[in-house]
């Protein structure tokens, strides 16, 4: 049978990657009870990172770009949390998204709505969530945006 999430990410011509390997000494996700704790997740397409400052060489809507590229790793790391079952998602509950930025740049916002506008559009209510957006002096590998997640699971 085909995951209905995944259906909806195919109808959005999305299908998800294998998720990305951690690159230090820690765990890609933690489950304690039905939540699933996502570590950060960095802006990547196709395995090329995307790199760059808000503020400087990139702008507000290059980095909400960044910023749903980590949402669909942060799906990949929930779909190999959830042994290859999306659809055992109940809800997202809270999103960090951290961009590369800066002091001047303060639409942090409005990148990271690249990320939250991306689970509602695939998740629906499901994909309601709450968030924090801040600016960083700088991210590993340059990147421009970094987003961690908690997920609900049945």
């Given amino acids: 049978m085909t995951s209905a999430i995944e259906s909806r990410l195919a109808e959005l011509g999305v299908t998800l990657p294998d998720a990305?390997?951690?690159a230090a000494n820690y765990?890609?996700?933690?489950?304690?009870?039905?939540?699933?704790y996502v570590s950060g997740q960095i802006s990547q397409s196709d395995g090329s990172l995307i790199t760059g400052r808000l503020g400087d060489s990139l702008s507000a809507e290059q980095g909400a770009t960044a910023a749903r590229a980590c949402a669909i790793s942060l799906l990949?790391?929930?779909k190999a949390a959830c042994d290859g079952d999306i659809d055992r998602l109940v809800?997202?509950?809270k999103l960090t998204g951290f961009v590369n930025s800066t002091p001047e740049f303060t639409d942090q916002p409005k990148v990271i709505n690249g990320c939250s506008d991306f689970m509602v559009e695939a998740l629906g209510d499901k994909g309601k969530h709450a968030r924090s957006?801040?600016?960083a002096a700088a991210l590993p590998l340059g990147v421009a945006v970094e987003i961690e997640g908690i997920f609900e699971i049945s």
């Fill in 76 to 78: 990949a790391q929930l």
């Fill in 27 to 36: 765990v890609p996700f933690v489950i304690t009870g039905n939540t699933v």
């Fill in 133 to 135: 957006a801040v600016s």
């Fill in 20 to 22: 990305p390997a951690p």
């Fill in 91 to 93: 809800r997202v509950v």
